[in-house]
């Protein structure tokens, strides 16, 4: 399955902020080197030319009305907001620009580091306090923002680098969470109160979820034709996608009529990812594990959690958007002997197969055992690669009226597990500490995983920008 929505280049509005009397000639030169910086790293700029101010910086009301103007244009194509002090700047001006653009989106405070061996009137920058100065006004504002790890840094420093690519992984996140829309598809599993979640909570926070009965699916796959082109489309891509040596081509055909159907309806439904009744009815009545399609869906961008878990569906967009790579859900589901910083993470399972060192699909062991193998072939196992990793689980608490979660990071080990499915062995520092806030809590028994590092991103995205109660696990 192709990704509904091609994600686009992160642009970012970018403010030069100057104070006549320190010296303006580095306000130029921060314009030339921030946007040149940007180009390089792949992002998109918006900006005042240096013929619409002075250096094409804000300083004066005037130019900060100029500059909010430019923005609200294009305000569909800006996701955050960077403004960078070259020398002491004019915080008015920049609230000011802010302000009246009218967006609503993360803005990030950057402050250039002065030179010791060049503290004169000529090159003296004093970015060190003017930062202090913007971030007070901001505040009175109640304009939430971003700040550097260090006060200062230089715009041609790793350290910067870092930092713009960190504030990218929050503006997707915050951009993404804007009208996001998700597909519950079946009821929730009867016996999972455990992934129960509110609506009208996360509809509150600009989050839609569309609902559709399994009867439904099952309905339009009846009436769809053997020789159907798009079906005969669907049979080979799930071929091409994940080894099927030992699955009969009638379970086969049964996932492409599942897969075709479901990717029709999202598509109709302009959704962003799924979550899927995946058990026991799917098996007594149609046949098959729906796994493999729910993997391809994530492996596509396209996330797909387990069980109708729709707030685990929601951590796996938002550890996508940080990361613009594939997410998967899991189980906390065992202790890894007596390595207390060590656990085994579990599903059956429908993890995107770039998660795993090599995988084929397979009968589901525990239904299989029950149900037997002929109705539950589908699940692709695996283990996971080694690599970092960020974990992250959000839940809605209507007793508290709010969202809430937590994110964290870890690392998927070498170790070994005997077991089926798809699994990994995970080292977290301080897990005893971080199982207590999930059990203490009342969090979930799934949890959200993606291979890479981007936690601080996430809590910073989720808790300043959308107001939630995020715990940081460290």
Partial sequence: MERIEKMHKTTFGVIIGNRGFFPDVLAKDGRKNILEILEKSGFGSVTLSMNDTKFGAVETFSDAKKCAEKFAYYSNEIDGIIVTLP?????KGIVESIKRSGLKVPVLIHAESDNTTKMTKIHRRDSFCGKISVCNNLNQAGIP????????????????????HDFAAICRVVKGLKNARFGAIGARTGAFNTVRYSEKLLEANGIAVETIDLSEILGLINKLDNNDQALKQKLQTIKKYVNTANVSSDSLLKMAKFGLIVENWMKDMELDGSAIQCWTSLQEFFGIMPCTIMSMMSESLLPSACEVDIAGLLAMYILQQASLSPSAILDWNNNFGEDQNKCVLFH????????FESAKMDYNTIIGSVMGQECSYGTISGK???GQATYCRISTFDKDGCIAGYVGEGEFTNDKV????????????NLQELMQVVCRKGFEHHVAVNISSYAEAIEEALKNYMGWNIYRHK
Avoid: Q
């Fill in 145 to 164: 923002y971003t700040l550097t790890k260090s006060h200062t840094v230089s715009m041609n420093s790793e350290e910067f680098d870092k930092e713009i």
């Fill in 418 to 429: 005997d077991t089926f499915g798809g699994y990994g062995v995970m080292e977290i520092p």
């Fill in 87 to 91: 020398n002491f700047g004019d915080e």
């Fill in 384 to 386: 996971i690669r080694p």
């Fill in 348 to 355: 059956c399972s429908n993890l995107a197969k770039s998660f």
